[in-house]
């Protein structure tokens, strides 16, 4: 188990809950401004479900280091520019949030391929 990964995860996990909470008791929207807690609770779900997927690749022995990345990058991309965009209600974080979901591809396409094709010990 690499602990400072999966350090990482749980400190993302404690944030995706803070997130969670701040938009269900802490964001202010108009009734016109609705749409932006869609926004909001996809970039919750995806945070907490990338989270638990940095879990998983950070208590693994050995590789998984480039899935990793890529997962922590689309949380940073995707997640928070979505949360940027609702706080700030402007789009010009929305060009962001593609670099983000290209990442969790990818990342997930790593995943796959490495656990396929590695020789890692059961």
């Not at 602990?3 to 701040?22: D, E, Q, T």
């Not at 009734?31 to 869609?38: I, R």
Request: charged letters at 10%.
């Amino acid at each position: 188990m690499n602990r400072l990964k999966v350090s990482l995860a749980a400190f993302l996990g404690c944030l995706a809950v803070i997130c969670g909470a701040y938009g269900a008791h802490g964001l202010k929207l108009a009734p016109q401004e609705m749409h932006y807690m869609e926004m909001w609770k996809t970039a919750v779900q995806y945070h907490f479900f990338h989270v638990l997927t940095l879990l998983f690749v950070g208590s693994q022995k050995k590789g998984f280091g480039i899935p990793f990345i890529l997962f922590l990058l689309g949380i940073v991309f995707f997640s928070g520019s979505l949360y940027i965009l609702v706080i700030t209600k402007s789009f010009f974080w929305a060009k962001f949030t593609p670099f983000g979901g290209v990442a969790f591809i990818v990342g997930w396409l790593g995943l796959g391929i490495e656990f396929l094709f590695r020789k890692i010990p059961d």
